[in-house]
């Protein structure tokens, strides 16, 4: 540092002893007047004010990580909980427990389609051309995968209204899908988590030749989300679904099942969003037992299977609200924090 004449040291001295003296006053002052400064923080003597999970007083977004209200804490100690259950294999193990004794009802599973011809136009208008399908002809030989080879053949041939081609589209998820609802997000306490099982990816392998349909699909199990997403995705699994119309007989099991990787800090804002959301009174109730039904849900998933699109080929997201759903203004409400 450059020396300081004697006036510049003495006015720099003066400066300091009349900070020195104005810091002194504040701090013997009962009540400080002094402002707080430009960058938001209190100055000397004031209170700062209450931030809760992420929100002032005034219900003001505070860019600083907040400590977790009582009900925030509350909700990670639940989520972590759920992650447990996701993770433990005695979930998966129960889940195709309660599949294989579905198996037993193909014959309800195909009266579904017996009594729908329309679904054979279906499958090929509306789904062959977002899903990934791959077809083997009645005669044998390589599979078709193109959408124009697929609907040449199909209209090409005679039995257009063939059982096969009204079994293959996404309504032949239902039961499975019924089965994780029912596993993952169907207790009071997944629904009050706002817990979602969505639809990522799914495909069809249908084979003419031995009238054989199996279908792979894939999901992930959200709750609210965070920042910019409007979901935090908990878990991801796979199931598949294998269908065989002259042995009149259905298997189906989840294949896979395993964690996301979710960092604490992201769990914590997640469970803002939800004590926010909760106080707010923006959790939507359960929804009636009608929804509960197969033909119910077959019958949605396919009314809103032209937006599916939107979901990378699977059907579109949040088609049946598992667990009640979740207001789509909840999951902005807090930024994630770093």
């Excluded at 059982?163 to 499975?176: E, G, H, P, T």
């Excluded at 409007?230 to 294949?255: C, D, F």
Aim: charged share 25%; with cysteine.
């Amino acid at each position: 540092a450059q020396p300081m004449s004697g006036d510049a040291g003495m006015d720099g001295l003066d400066a300091l002893m009349a900070e020195l003296s104005a810091s002194k006053l504040s701090t013997d002052s009962p009540k400080s007047s002094r402002p707080s400064d430009s960058s938001g923080k209190a100055g000397k003597g004031e209170k700062k004010p209450a931030v809760v999970d992420g929100f002032d007083a005034n219900g003001q977004l505070v860019l600083e990580t907040p400590q977790l209200s009582p009900r925030a804490e509350e909700f990670v100690r639940r989520l972590r909980r759920f992650q447990m259950r996701v993770a433990d294999p005695a979930t998966r193990r129960d889940l195709n427990s309660r599949l294989a004794k579905k198996n037993s009802e193909a014959d309800a599973t195909l009266q579904y389609y017996e009594q729908r011809p329309q679904l054979a136009n279906y499958t090929m208008q509306a789904e062959v051309s977002r899903m990934e399908y791959a077809v083997v002809p009645e005669e044998g030989g390589d599979a078709m995968r193109d959408v124009e080879s697929i609907r040449k053949y199909y209209a090409s041939h005679a039995r257009k209204d063939d059982m096969i081609w009204r079994v293959a589209n996404q309504s032949l998820l239902a039961q499975l899908l019924d089965e994780l609802q029912k596993s993952l997000a169907g207790t009071p306490e997944d629904i009050e988590l706002c817990i979602s099982i969505h639809n990522t990816s799914s495909s069809f392998y249908v084979d003419l030749q031995s009238s054989i349909v199996t279908a792979k699909t894939n999901f992930k199990v959200a709750t609210v989300g965070v920042g910019d997403e409007p979901m935090l995705a908990l878990a991801k699994l796979s199931g598949e679904i294998k269908l065989n119309l002259k042995e009149r007989t259905i298997r189906q099991e989840i294949t896979d099942m395993r964690l996301e990787m979710v960092f604490d800090d992201v769990l914590d804002a997640a469970a803002r969003s939800l004590a926010k959301g909760e106080k707010a009174g923006r959790v939507l109730a359960q929804g009636s037992s009608d929804s509960q039904t197969l033909t119910f849900l077959r019958d949605r998933l396919l009314n809103t299977g032209s937006t599916a699109v939107e979901v990378g080929g699977g059907f579109v997201s949040g088609v049946i609200s598992v667990g009640g759903g979740v207001l789509s203004g909840i999951s902005s409400m807090v930024k994630r924090q770093f």
